[in-house]
């Protein structure tokens, strides 16, 4: 199988089939092991960052821009910058983990603790004051 030679926005260059194999195997190594959050853990570091900040300068900030403010240019970014949507927890966790529009899902690329760092981080900079903490384990259950 060869990879392919799509890129998202981000960078990120799209999958290949054969490697939905690793994550069934870990998953189902969890299953009977009672270690399923973990495997989980070890199979979504594809992004090493653990940090809110470092993700989201390793990720976010190439669309949402480095102070939050957003742009527009070869498409709309929206603002995470004051942005009250995110006072709701799980809007953006589920945005994270599935994508909305022209953002990509992360949710197969980053573990339960990297999308509840990443967006506390941004609940809680560039203006935005909501201090209710999001952790993995909503995280976890915000998935489909």
Not at 88 to 110: E, H, N, Q, W
């Amino acid at each position: 199988m060869t990879e392919h030679s799509e890129t998202h926005c981000c960078g990120r260059m799209k999958r290949p089939v054969h490697r939905a194999v690793v994550p069934l195997a870990l998953l189902a190594l969890g299953s009977v092991t009672g270690w399923s959050a973990l495997a989980q853990e070890i199979y979504a570091g594809k992004y090493g960052q653990q940090t809110g900040e470092a993700l989201f300068q390793s990720i976010c900030q190439g669309c949402h821009m480095p102070d939050a403010n957003g742009a527009n240019g070869a498409g709309a970014y929206p603002a995470l910058a004051g942005n009250t949507k995110l006072q709701a927890t799980l809007y953006p966790v589920t945005v994270v983990i599935s994508g909305r529009k022209a953002m990509p899902a992360f949710g197969d690329d980053l573990s339960d603790s990297q999308i509840a760092a990443v967006v506390n981080y941004v609940r809680t900079h560039f203006g935005n004051h909501y201090t209710d903490v999001v952790t993995p384990e909503l995280v976890r259950m915000a998935r489909p």
